[in-house]
């Protein structure tokens, strides 16, 4: 008799862990050969976009798929080749990778004499090289990303050393400001170390490690000591990086890949950098306790931006007003989260304590739950660019951390509710859109996020997750020619856009087919970082004579600040309107 107890406790408990968060049994347990054939439908749809590029748009970088035009955006380098070399390798498409290796052979970089972007030129063209020689060794692809390298530095021929929005390789002219809005972004500034550094392992120049290296020297000395994080916008004072005044935090469009870098050069770099880990803990404790919310009805763990304002006319205070927008760039930061929290294991209890490596990794699945129902409620299966949830409430997550610790942690946590309903009714999904639009990107797919969380935690509700949107981008995306971001996703006249990113082919079908794969492809987390356009560069070590020479060990650091236990229940004082908005 017992035994048959037994036997039906299995059976209900199989049936409740393989129920869809649709609230619908599934019907079976997905075997490894269904999943591998659903990868090989994203090398299909793989091969669809690229045969289309290469019909329609080669050399130039972008197919425009409605009016079968191009677009020469980034430079006219051929973008959409260069950033797919690694895809190509992956999949095992060689006859592709061939013919994109030799139109690389034939760019001279440094006879460009255009304004060149440099963020996007970095990670899109150097990252896609980079990684290339990792994974081919084919000595062309060093060899363009050296060239590429040194036609790009007068990008830093600036009061501050920090690179300038663009760079003219002949008449070494840097354009600047950033969009009118201050001297320096965030994002564009700290988000190339990667790719430098792994250059200057590889070519011996210093040049490279000291432009990436002056960045991170820089910001160590100006993160905000009430947020412990950086401010979108940066300008230059006294030839010192200063905040801009009244800053705004955010780890969306203008933050994201910053605080990205601070972890990911860390790991790169094989954990030799202390700087990096101390300036990635601090300011990510910060994101969690400042910027962190949980919605209302549905409870959902959403993460947000602030700025300060004074509360009433007159007041001598400045307080966080939250903007209350969830912007899908954002959904990178549950998979960061989660490779924290996953990669820094080894870390003594005092830095980073395993109840505080749990917590990341709740929150990660938390955030990746919300950014996946955005998908999920809408029309198509495709999310919108931003949604806000302002209207409907929000309440800071770290607050109601404390109380529900106070009530004896009863229940689940706020917002870490992985098995949240879909809500098709616009009016009680407890969010307003903002931004109408699917741009195609692995970070708006949450795809990033659901491979390193699926990678990490070996739970498949990540990867249905992740088919379900596949799915969507095949019904609505895909056309005769190539794919299309889509406008109006909610809509049920849903119309596509007169674009194929490159960063589609090179991210967001990189990460399905990794999602897919029963095996690693060689790709694994303890092995590779991944870029921010999610290009896989593997982990080295610094000579001692490196270490030396660039003084890795030495580097001044912030300090890591509280532990995240503290900083959830320490007082929260206002912030003097007098003191100025900017890091010390």
Partial sequence: MT??????AIFFASYWVLTSLHGRPAAHVITGDVWEA???DVRAAFQHAYHSYELLGFPHDEIKPISNDTSDQFNGWGVTALDSLDTMVIMGLEDELKRAIKHAEKL?????????????TIIRYMGGLLSAWHLTKLPIT??????LGLALQPVFNTSIKFPSYSVNPVTREVDGPWSGKADFALAESASYQMEYKYLAKLTGRTEYFDAAQNVMDGLAEMQDPDTQMWSQWISSEYNRPVAKARPKFSVGAGGDSAYEYLLKQYLLSGKSEPQLLDMYLSSIRGVITNLLYVSKPRNLLYVTDITYAKPYPGSKYLVQVPSGDLEHLSCFLPGLLALGSDA????????FPAEERKLHLDIAKGLATTCYLVYADSFTGLAPDVINFTKHGGRLWSELYKQWEDRGKRGTAP?????VPLQKNAITRGYDIKLDRWLSRPEASTIESLFILYRITGD?????RGYEIFQSIQEWSKGPVGYSSVWEPDSPTPERMDEMPSYFLAETLKYLYLLFKEDDCGISLDEIVFNTEAHPLPVFQWSPREKE???VQKRRSPGRGLLLKDLIRAERKPRPAAKPDRGA
């Avoid at 080894?346 to 830095?351: A, K, N």
């Fill in 344 to 351: 820094l294991q080894d870390l003594p209890e005092t830095v």
């Fill in 38 to 40: 659903r990868a090989a």
């Fill in 142 to 147: 060093l060899k363009q990303a050296d060239q």
């Fill in 549 to 551: 020479s660039y003084q």
């Fill in 108 to 120: 001279e970089f440094s006879h460009h004499a255009k304004a060149v972007p440099f963020f996007e």
């Fill in 460 to 464: 498949q509700i990540w990867r249905e």
């Fill in 415 to 419: 917002g870490f509710e992985v098995d």
């Fill in 3 to 8: 035994r048959y107890v037994l036997l039906g």
